[in-house]
């Protein structure tokens, strides 16, 4: 005995080949083309606005911020001359130390290099006969920097960052500066005497290296006998730190003082030796031909250097000085004047005061310029204005792609795999009744 099967056969769907080539059949086929054309520019555009994710672009905002505080600036005092004449005759040096022919004569080993650089630079007392902000010593943090062309300076800063701040001249710096006569009478620089001013954000030291990431420093020449009066201006920078140009943010860091560190690190290193001006474990050179190598370099170096290893700072200032009055209470006289016994003393004192011109703080700020949200936007716009689609009509064309390529193949899959089973199950039927038909006869 046996059991026939009747298989019906159903309407076999039309697979994704021939739907494809159905649709540049008759007038599907502009349709189909446009619509491609829509894609691939949708395409394109999503590129570009994922690139834009990646390296997202960068705008900067200017705005105008009215402090009530607000932070005075560090000021930096450099004097011109910047050695004493006097005491570089006494120890054989004839003109500024940065001429190397001065060194021949120099008794290395019977002199010390500190004993030297303490003797022929200026201290506070030669520069100040009096200073202050808003009115009062005590505000004010006086800091010597050692510098081999510009000498021993003073920074003179707020002991106080964030301080009630008005546009007065009595409530800013105010500081007298002096010169003795005999800086008039036989100077040793080309520069008329007075002071080099160096107007400096207080995180950032002064330095007489080129700073080529930072030093926001404003700078001004006073000479002896003038009473300036500046006023101030603040630009405030906040920078984003990028692979390509990175910005520190923090606390201790400062640009000047890690470029000046990297030109006395790589001079020095390459002389074998330092010298007093400098910050360096490596001793002090003790011969003429080292002086003179570590002078050569040193002067070749500390303009000119390649450092890429000092970012920027992410947030600083910048302060504009502008002199808005400029008085002079001396009158040069005639080269064979004595100035040792004509000259008042107060005619050879310099007064600055500096204080802010107004409470305004104009702010540049860098800003990221693309976010997720401007990328959704983009995207809606371009998948909206080309292919004419929205949430619910992407809704629809995912329905559509399940109803008509994805659940087919998968009920497809499922005959494949049911239909010899089946057919298994079937012989099993057909060999049990054989069985009992052999048995039967028997």
């Keep these: ?33 446009v619509t491609l054309i829509c894609v691939a520019v949708v395409v394109q555009q999503i590129a570009i606005c994922s690139l834009k994710l990646h390296n997202r672009p960068i705008t900067t905002y200017t705005h105008f911020d009215f402090n009530q ?12 001359p910047p050695y004493k004449h006097d005491k570089l005759s006494d120890y054989g040096l004839y003109a500024h130390p940065r001429f190397t022919s001065t060194w021949r004569n120099f008794n290395f080993s019977r002199i010390s290099l500190d004993e030297l ?58 500081i007298t500066l002096q010169h003795y006569a005999s800086d008039l009478e036989d100077p040793i620089s080309i520069l008329p005497p007075g002071y080099h001013v160096h107007v400096h954000y207080v995180r950032e030291p002064f330095t007489e290296v080129e700073v080529y990431n930072g030093g926001l420093v404003d700078y001004l020449y006073v000479n002896t006998g003038e009473k300036v009066d500046v006023k101030l201006k603040v630009d405030e920078y906040i920078m984003i730190s990028e692979a390509q140009d990175p910005c520190s943010i923090e606390a201790n860091y400062s640009a000047n003082a890690c470029t000046t560190q990297y030109v006395t690190d790589a001079v020095a290193e390459s002389v074998g030796c330092s010298g007093p001006w400098m910050k ?68 050879l004192q310099t007064q600055i005061y500096i204080h802010f011109n107004n409470m305004m703080v104009s702010v540049y700020e860098e800003r990221f310029n693309y976010d997720w949200n401007l990328f959704l936007s983009d995207l809606g716009g371009s998948i909206g204005f080309l292919l004419g689609l929205s949430v619910i009509g992407l809704i629809d064309i995912i329905g559509n792609i399940w109803i008509n390529f994805i659940r087919p193949s998968i009920v497809k899959r499922k005959k494949d795999t049911s239909v010899p089973a089946f057919q298994a199950n079937i012989a099993t039927i057909i ?6 038909i052999d048995q039967w006869k028997q």
Aim: contains cysteine; hydrophobic residues 25%.
């Design 431 to 436: 060999s049990k009744e054989e069985l009992k």
């Design 280 to 347: 360096s474990d490596l001793p002090y050179c003790n011969n003429f031909e080292d002086m003179r190598s570590l002078i050569s370099s040193y002067v070749s170096t500390y303009q000119n250097h390649e450092c890429e290893s000092c970012p920027r700072f992410c947030r600083s200032y910048l302060y504009n000085a502008y002199v808005t009055d400029r008085q002079k209470h001396y009158t040069w006289k005639p080269q064979n004047f004595d100035w040792k016994h004509n000259v008042d003393p107060s005619n």
């Design 69 to 80: 505080t607000i932070t005075y600036p560090s000021v930096t005092f450099c004097r011109e």
């Design 117 to 174: 650089w303490e003797e022929i630079t200026y201290d506070a007392d030669d520069f100040f006969v009096q200073y202050g902000l808003d009115t009062q010593r005590d505000n004010v943090k006086l800091t010597p920097v050692m510098g081999f062309i510009t000498g021993r300076c003073y920074t003179v800063s707020p002991k106080v960052l964030d301080i009630r701040a008005s546009t007065t001249p009595n409530s800013g710096y105010s």
């Design 1 to 33: 005995m046996s059991v026939k099967v009747e298989e019906t056969v159903d309407n076999q769907p039309l697979n994704l080949k021939q739907k494809c080539i159905n649709c540049f059949k008759g007038p599907n086929t502009l349709r189909t083309i």
